[in-house]
Each structure stands twice: as structure tokens, then as C-alpha cells.
């Protein structure tokens, strides 16, 4: 249920839990690592560039001196990167409450990632598709019924305006003829609500488990707007509205911390329910995902889903086994 009036304050202590945020070196991302790591979690910080990383750990340490936090490198447009990233951690055998997807590009050029992906279809859906499948065991076997895990996908309104059939073809999907640098996002962010939809829906009912989405706000206060390269004159408007009007970066990361944190706590969401496969927007409003649009489509969810395991296998990784067992 919907809770607008969420303060961080009212995160309870997060001692012992451990939290992977990516594209934590700025924007909204970065002040969740904070928020997370001031309430006591040990935080990944799964960030592209190691400098920037060090960077927001050393600015997070000198807010909260005693923080538990590290540096990993993940690029997400490389699915060999998110394939060590989760080797990586899964090696050395820590829990894993909190996984927040949060990195993402937004309207960019046409080009293909080494995998030979749309890049803001893989950046913002396909690389957090695999990481989270990859990691999933680990939260699954750190989840209980009296203290659940969360895995929580950043998504955006733009989900809404997206290509005439919601998700492209393959072959169309890596077509420049057929690209279109908004919609291409919207797209990338319709299958990030899919990919909710989906996972809860494998999940069942009886999981620990809570996976949810969002979209954080509208032009937040972040470097994100200065990145949109489709030409100067909207860059420039981009920012604009964004400094002018769009909520601060504390406001901004509201809904992705409430929907990160309340799940792990039973006693906190009896009465305002945070139901698995949600969606909600700024600030912490549930919203309804009505079936007559893309994201609410019944069969969006499975197209996403098994076009993101075929591209996996073609680009020749393995999908991991709990994908054909849910």
C-alpha cells in the first residue's frame, strides 16, 4: 500500500544485512548506499568506475565514519563483467538481503553493447536480469519468513510511452532504422516491470522473497540529465526542468529505500502491505498497472522473460538453472 509520507527515518537498524546497490557512484543510487549503509547494512557499492566508487565511499565514510562499505566493479552492458561481478560475491559466501537495481542510462544514442545488445536495453534490464538470477539463490537462502529478503528494480513512467508492439523483436530490437532514442528507454523500462511481474509471479506465494518497482521520480536533481546525448538544445532542457523543478536526490531514492527496506520487516508492512510484483511511483504511491497498457499487459511479462534467457544464451552464458525451475 501506498505510504507518502515515508521518511528515511523510519528505516530500522539494518546491522547484519548486507546490500548490493548498482550504479551507486551517483544520483539517487548513491544516497541510498548511504541511507543503507547509515542504518548499519554492509554495502556493495557495484558501481562501472573503481575511481568514482572510491570516491563515494570515502564521501559515505566521512558522513557515517564507523560505515560498513566496499568498492565492485560491475558494467552491466558487459554480461561477462555481471557474470565475475556475481562469481565474485557469491564466492565468498556472504547473505544477501537487499539487491537494488537501480543503475541506468537514459536516451542515448543508438549503439550496441559488447554482446550485441541495444544499450539501454541491456544497461537498464538484460544486465540486471542476469545479475539478479545469478544472485537469486543467494537470496533465497538468506531469506526467512521472520526476516525476508528484497530485490528491488528501478523502472520510470517511461514505461509508458514506448514502441507500438511494447517489446521489439529480436532482430528489430538492434535495427538503427528502427530506433527511437525515447522509446528505446520506455522500452528497456517496460521490461524491467515485466521482469517484476514475472519473478513474483514464479516466485509464488510462499516466498520470502519480495521483488518490487518503481519509478523514483520525474527529472530528478541528478548528473543523469546532463548524459542525454541525442542533441545539445534537449540536453539543455533536460537539465533545466531538472534543477528547476524535479524532486532533490533525497527525494528521489524515497520510494527505492522504502521498497528496499520495509519488506525485510514483517511487523512493518502487516498493515500496509508491499504486495510481491508491485509497482509504485514517487513518493511510495502504489500504482496500478491497468491490463489495457504495456506495463500492465498479461503476456508482457513472459515475452520479457523469455526473450531475456534466449539473449543470455546467445551471447553463451549460461542461464542459471533456477530460471527454467521457477
Not at 523510519?10 to 548511504?34: D, F, M, Q
Not at 570515502?58 to 560491475?74: G, H, R, T
Not at 524535479?246 to 528496499?260: K, N, R
Request: aromatic share 10%.
Amino acid at each position: 500500500m501506498s505510504r507518502p509520507n515515508f521518511t528515511v527515518d523510519e528505516i530500522p537498524s539494518l546491522s547484519g544485512k548486507v546490500a548490493i546497490v548498482t550504479g551507486a557512484s551517483a544520483g539517487i543510487g548513491r544516497e541510498s548506499a548511504y541511507q543503507l549503509a547509515r542504518k548499519g547494512a554492509y554495502v556493495i557499492l557495484a558501481v562501472r568506475t573503481k575511481s568514482r566508487g572510491d570516491e563515494t565511499a570515502a564521501w559515505i565514510k566521512s558522513q557515517v565514519p564507523d560505515a560498513n562499505v566496499e568498492v565492485a566493479i560491475l558494467d552491466l552492458a558487459s554480461l561477462t563483467s555481471v557474470r565475475e561481478f556475481a562469481d565474485g560475491f557469491i564466492a565468498r559466501g556472504l547473505p544477501l538481503s537487499i539487491l537494488m537495481n537501480n543503475a541506468g542510462i537514459w536516451f542515448v544514442k543508438f549503439s550496441l553493447t559488447v554482446d550485441g545488445y541495444e544499450n539501454q536495453w541491456q544497461s537498464n534490464h538484460l544486465g540486471h536480469f542476469y545479475l539478479t538470477l545469478l544472485l537469486l539463490p543467494v537470496l533465497q537462502r538468506t531469506a526467512t519468513k521472520s526476516a525476508p529478503v528484497a530485490i528491488h528494480n528501478v523502472s520510470s513512467l517511461g514505461a509508458f510511452n514506448n514502441y507500438e508492439e511494447g517489446i521489439l523483436s529480436e532482430g528489430k530490437m538492434v535495427d538503427p532504422s528502427a530506433y527511437s532514442t525515447p522509446k528505446a528507454y520506455g522500452q528497456s523500462k517496460l521490461a524491467q516491470i515485466g521482469f517484476t511481474r514475472e519473478l513474483a509471479q514464479r516466485l509464488g506465494p510462499d516466498t520470502n522473497v519480495v521483488v518490487t518497482a518503481c519509478h523514483p521520480g520525474t527529472f530528478i536533481r541528478t548528473e543523469i540529465t546532463a548524459k542525454v546525448d541525442i542533441n545539445p538544445i534537449i540536453n539543455f532542457i533536460t537539465q533545466t526542468i531538472s534543477w528547476f523543478s524535479g524532486p532533490t536526490v533525497a527525494q528521489g531514492a524515497l520510494t527505492q529505500l522504502y521498497l528496499s527496506t520495509f519488506p525485510l520487516f514483517p511487523e512493518l508492512v502487516e498493515k500496509n502491505p508491499i504486495l510481491n510484483g508491485s509497482f509504485f511511483c514517487y513518493i511510495c504511491k502504489q500504482y496500478p498497472l491497468e491490463p489495457t497498457t504495456w506495463p500492465g499487459n498479461v503476456e508482457i511479462p513472459g515475452r520479457v522473460w523469455d526473450l531475456s534467457v534466449s539473449q543470455i544464451k546467445k551471447a553463451g552464458f549460461t542461464v542459471p538453472e533456477v530460471a527454467s525451475k521457477l
